[in-house]
């Protein structure tokens, strides 16, 4: 009969134990890898009217202008706060950047201001005022942190 000695079982296991501990890491290394590319998935639509009916009449926008109301749907994929206050998204039409409208008060479903965690989602509409005639324009985020964002229109 074969016997084996206290240490060499001892050495067995420690190698047992090593391999396990590789395989566990590499499994833990690949899911951290299958990641989000994106900080933040953010799909929008926008629709152009010439007012925004409220609860006291229609408000119409300023000058030779339209409202663009730009429909957010955001999800948060990161260990940071993705704060959503109006006054960090932006629209630039014809190289020209416009800040939300104090009308987007008068949504019924004016974006939230929140943090949203990493899993966090909320919805909500946004209007800016831009010229007549606007064809094309382009969402922007600006806040003092960057985020890697996917933009998704439709």
């Given at each position: 009969?074969?016997?084996?000695?206290?240490?060499?079982?001892?050495?067995?296991?420690?190698?047992?134990?090593?391999?396990?501990?590789?395989?566990?890491?590499?499994?833990?290394?690949?899911?951290?890898?299958?990641?989000?590319?994106?900080?933040?998935?953010?799909?929008?639509?926008?629709?152009?009217?010439?007012?925004?009916?409220?609860?006291?009449?229609?408000?119409?926008?300023?000058?030779?202008?339209?409202?663009?109301?730009?429909?957010?749907?955001?999800?948060?994929?990161?260990?940071?706060?993705?704060?959503?206050?109006?006054?960090?998204?932006?629209?630039?039409?014809?190289?020209?950047?416009?800040?939300?409208?104090?009308n987007s008060f008068?949504?019924?479903?004016?974006?939230?201001?929140?943090?949203l965690l990493n899993?966090?989602?909320?919805?909500?509409?946004?209007?800016?005022?831009?010229?007549?005639?606007?064809?094309?324009?382009?969402?922007?985020?600006?806040?003092?942190?960057?985020?890697?964002?996917?933009?998704?229109?439709?």
């Amino acid at each position: 009969m074969l016997r084996i000695s206290g240490a060499f079982q001892l050495g067995v296991c420690i190698v047992c134990i090593i391999l396990t501990l590789s395989l566990v890491q590499g499994t833990v290394a690949a899911s951290a890898s299958k990641q989000a590319p994106y900080d933040v998935t953010i799909r929008y639509t926008g629709m152009m009217t010439g007012m925004i009916q409220t609860g006291y009449g229609p408000v119409f926008p300023t000058g030779n202008d339209v409202f663009l109301i730009i429909t957010y749907q955001i999800q948060n994929h990161v260990d940071r706060e993705f704060y959503t206050n109006p006054n960090n998204f932006f629209v630039i039409v014809n190289s020209v950047q416009y800040g939300y409208s104090a009308n987007s008060f008068e949504l019924p479903n004016m974006l939230s201001t929140v943090s949203l965690l990493n899993g966090g989602s909320v919805a909500g509409s946004l209007a800016f005022e831009v010229p007549v005639g606007t064809t094309s324009y382009t969402p922007t985020y600006q806040w003092i942190t960057s985020f890697n964002i996917q933009w998704i229109s439709g």
